[in-house]
């Protein structure tokens, strides 16, 4: 089976790429251990100004980009756009950051010199999803490149023309050759590479399924991994919070890409003493949400990337209404071509529906309401996962003290959830280990050596 590329917005056929056979496999993996041996003894100044420069010419790009994310998995252009700009902050980020994030680290110790040296660990596969397909690899690939590692990808299925113009736009930034490839494989193909020697670490951005296979096979072959896997977002709204401002940003934050972000808000877990209120404002909110094609500016409602995906989200909607849970507003597909689903808002979710245990990867708020603070965090923590979460209050303490208590990787307060290249990034429990971002998320490929010198 090849690379398919459909068109969510219009379910058309666009373009189709054939699976590299193992001998193109190994043609890519043979020239990115030569760049490795070159790029790891490039001074780091020098690296710097490579990756500046990359960041350069994806502004340069920013259209031509945006409209292959669009293209191949639906994203509004706007939101499109800013993707493709984020990636330009994260170049430039780190080629101002980088010297002084890998410096020597003096340790005072019994050694009359004794510290701590940050060196490149070899070449990083990253697997990674299509729902931010320029960005996600940006994320992983640009601190690595500062910190002298090489970088191969396997990009989600459906995104085959994104992964290729990244590979494009390395190479046109005056990378020297194969610091960077695309590997056009499938996924049956990806635990060879893992396990080939030439392979020294693993990313992967994706499914909890997939994390686990991949974090199996790397971890049979002693290789290190960082996994960011799914989340079920907690958005705690305390009685005391300002509504008006929570339901502006819980919409953005739960319909931005469709709902199909691991850090989009998903539980939106609320006091009973202001449930009813904030319901009926996000109601109002969510029923404003415009469906129609990416490339409209007055669209604010994007396709889902795939029928099939549209279709998994609309069976656990139908499960959970089974169950008791109210349907607000939407909970079904749109008529007509393309995988729209509706704006929707599922309330009086309950344990035992899918709404409360599942990860909803779509256009879905569901609406959890408790008595109390306590209770807010014990739904909070209750999920098996533990990416990110939201505190709304008034009350700036108590909202720090809350976000203290909610077991996640990154909790925000009074402020949707996003990824900064200046914060590290990633989460606990079953939504993975390790960080992206900051200067934690480089240090994440690296050997950090010590060095005793009497």
Known sequence: MPFVSLNPATNEWVDEYPYWNEVQLEQALAEVAVATRVWVNTPLSERCDHVRRLGQLVLQRRDQLAALIMLEMGKLIGEARAEVEKCAVVCDYYADNGAAFLADELIESDAGRSFVAYQPLGTVLAVMPWNFPIWQVFRFLVPALVAGNTGVLKHASNVPQCALAIEAVVRDAGLPAGVFRSLMISSAQVA????????????????????????????AHLKKTVLELGGADPFIVLEDADLDWAVL?????????????????KRFIVLESVADEFVA???????????????NVETSLAPMARIDLRDELHRQVLASLAKGAVAVTGCAPLEGVGAFYQASILDEVRPGMSAWDEEFFGPVATVIRVKNELEAIEVANGSVFGLAGSVWTQDIGRGESVARQVQVGAVFVNGMVKSDPRLPFGGIKNSGYGRELCRHGMLEFVNQKTVWIK
Request: hydrophobic share 45%.
């Open 249 to 265: 940003q819980g919409v953005a934050s739960r319909f931005l890409n469709a709902g199909q972000s691991c850090i989009a808000a």
């Open 192 to 219: 060879s590479v893992v396990k080939d020697k030439r392979i020294h670490a693993v990313t992967l951005t994706g499914s909890e399924s997939a994390g686990r296979q991949v974090a199996a096979t790397a971890g």
């Open 281 to 295: 404002k996000f109601k109002v909110a969510v029923e404003a949400l415009k469906p129609g094609a990416p490339g």
